[in-house]
């Protein structure tokens, strides 16, 4: 069982930056495949970005060469840093973390393929 625990997130003016964090504890960090979800309360979860154990990253096409998903596996700490943020980014931001035994090749983003989920954190974009 892997525990995550967020921070970061909060509200901005169009056009700014935020950057979010998420910590994890439980079984070796570096074995991780983690994620960055989000979901507005009348629409499904949407996956945002992801990056497995080997370093490969895979983004929603509503975010690509806006948001940059990373980890830092010293602290065992998985970031989003979001820039030139659009209203419509507006919504709870959620990490998520597996342990994938098998190479899946460019890592999916489907959130039934993760089973440990932060607290969420809202984030806030005003036009």
């Known amino acids: 069982q892997v525990r995550l625990v967020q921070s970061g997130g909060g509200s901005v003016q169009g056009g700014g930056s935020l950057r979010l964090s998420c910590v994890a504890s439980g079984p070796s960090f570096s074995r991780l495949s983690l994620a960055w979800f989000r979901q507005h309360p009348i629409k499904e979860r949407e996956g945002v970005a992801v990056i497995d154990k080997e370093g490969r990253t895979n983004y929603a096409d509503s975010v690509k060469g806006r948001f940059t998903i990373s980890k830092d596996d010293a602290e065992n700490t998985l970031y989003l840093q979001m820039n030139n943020l659009k209203p419509e980014d507006t919504n709870m931001y959620y990490c998520?973390?597996?342990?994938?035994?098998?190479?899946?090749?460019?890592?999916?983003?489907?959130?039934?393929?993760?089973?440990?989920w932060g607290q969420g954190t809202q984030v806030t974009v005003s036009s």
């Open positions: 998520a973390a597996a342990v994938w035994d098998y190479d899946l090749g460019t890592p999916p983003l489907f959130p039934s393929l993760f089973a440990n």
